[in-house]
């Protein structure tokens, strides 16, 4: 019993390290986007497990001040059992915008973040413009209960 109770505090302290992570790569991208006349990174996104295209992303927001590690989720780590420093990649995945200034703002309901999988039990996790999280569940819960008011 208390075995169960260590894993499910281990787990909820994984979760919130992700969402730490989401909010700070929401925090570099908006300051990205401020420094750049609100353009949205082109990276080709035509191979998403290629480590070009990990590091490329993890290279636009290195000025922020964001490494390898804040694209890492804690649980997919655990999961893996890799050591992310040999193995780059991204458990979250940034959506793709186009070339028009402000895009990224324009499209309020596309989330800028996409966690790679559902490791938490309650769907993805999605970072959108404003800030808010939210699990892929819950997005769809709202987006239902919206289109039938």
């Given amino acids: 019993m208390v075995f169960a109770s260590y894993s499910a505090l281990r787990d ?3 979760r919130a390290s992700c969402i730490n ?3 700070n790569l929401h925090v570099g991208m ?3 986007l401020t420094d750049h006349d609100g353009l949205w990174p082109q990276i080709p996104n035509d191979n998403l497990r290629d480590p ?3 590091m490329g992303w993890v290279n636009v927001l290195r000025p922020y001040k964001l490494t390898e590690i804040n694209w890492i989720c804690p649980s997919v780590q655990a999961a893996l059992g890799v050591n992310y420093m040999t193995y780059p990649r991204l458990d979250y995945l940034p959506t793709p915008f186009g070339t028009q ?5 324009q499209y309020g309901t596309q989330p800028w973040f ?3 999988a559902d490791i938490h039990g309650d769907g993805n996790l999605l970072i959108f413009a404003n800030g808010s999280i ?3 569940n819950q997005a769809f819960s709202d ?7």
């Fill in 52 to 54: 070009a295209f990990a």
């Fill in 143 to 149: 987006a239902f209960q919206q289109s039938t008011q």
């Fill in 134 to 136: 939210k699990s892929i």
């Fill in 12 to 14: 909820k302290a994984r």
């Fill in 114 to 116: 996409v966690e790679r």
């Fill in 21 to 23: 992570n989401l909010l």
């Fill in 30 to 32: 908006t300051s990205y």
């Fill in 101 to 105: 200034a402000r895009a990224a703002y």
